[in-house]
């Protein structure tokens, strides 16, 4: 059997999605949480919602992909009945009443993360999944991404310090903004590699440069969990009990 270059491309993000959930499993999570990996495919539009429909097709794939890593991170936490998120007013996933997640894809994986919501609170919790920046462009974008220190600072190499610094502060926005409903650039958020940190460790601590609304006061400090595994770096950011 001839196997097309599409159906080989979906078969190598399987690959990369297993890989990733393989990776994942050193990432400590909120209670309760569950992480789902799907590799993503071509989305057929009359599926999708409406508002979805007419977006371009690597929008729609993503956006599909990301639904079906929703729906599996549901599952697996226990939640039942329709678990795909629909897209609220606000354009956020809109989460079955009692549960709460956060969703992010690349070009060939996506990944999401539910959580049971507790005491009626909105949980801090945010995901990112990034491939891996290549040296040229870390390199021509390391002061936009990492403005509060100087490249290297981590020891590992370049292109994986900016994606992880990157990815990191990505996840912290979205965790972030359901609680603040505002929009940071990189330089609200600063980012130090423990003194422990080796290539390898699990993740960096995020300190807020700036008040970013309510309790999020500058000088608040958040850890990001990370997996590098199958040319992306994962991301999760949480904190407290949800």
């Known amino acids: 059997m001839r196997i097309t270059a599409a159906a080989g491309e979906v078969c190598l993000a399987g690959q990369a ?9 050193a990432i400590p ?18 599926r999708l919602p409406q508002a979805a429909r007419t977006w371009a097709a690597r929008r729609r794939n993503g956006f599909a992909a990301g639904r079906r890593a929703a729906a599996g991170a549901l599952g697996a936490a226990g939640c039942r009945g329709d ?24 070009e060939t994986v996506a990944t999401a993360i539910a959580v049971p919501v507790r ?28 403005p509060e220190t100087l490249p290297g600072a981590s020891g590992l190499p370049l ?35 423990p003194a422990s940190f080796r290539p390898g460790s699990p ?9 970013w609304g309510g309790e999020w006061r500058a000088g608040t400090r958040l850890a990001a969990f990370q997996a590098v595994a199958a040319g992306h770096v994962l991301t999760v950011v949480w904190r407290g009990t949800p």
């Open 29 to 46: 999570l909120p209670p309760g949480a569950r992480l789902a990996f799907v590799p993503v495919e071509p989305a057929d539009p009359d």
């Open 203 to 211: 993740g960096v601590e995020l300190t807020l440069a700036e008040d």
């Open 119 to 146: 005491g009626g609170e909105v949980p801090v919790l945010g995901i990112d999944l990034e491939p891996l920046i290549d040296p040229d462009t870390a390199a021509d974008i390391a002061a936009t991404i990492m």
């Open 83 to 106: 678990t795909v998120p629909g897209i609220g007013p606000d354009g956020l996933p809109a989460w079955p009443p009692g549960w709460f997640g956060s969703i992010s894809h690349a």
């Open 159 to 193: 292109a994986e310090e900016i994606t992880r610094a990157f990815s990191a502060k990505e996840a912290l926005y979205k965790a972030l903004f359901p609680h603040t409903r505002r929009f940071r650039g990189f330089e609200a958020a600063r980012v130090r590699w």
């Open 17 to 25: 999605a297993d890989a990733l959930a393989r990776a994942s499993q």
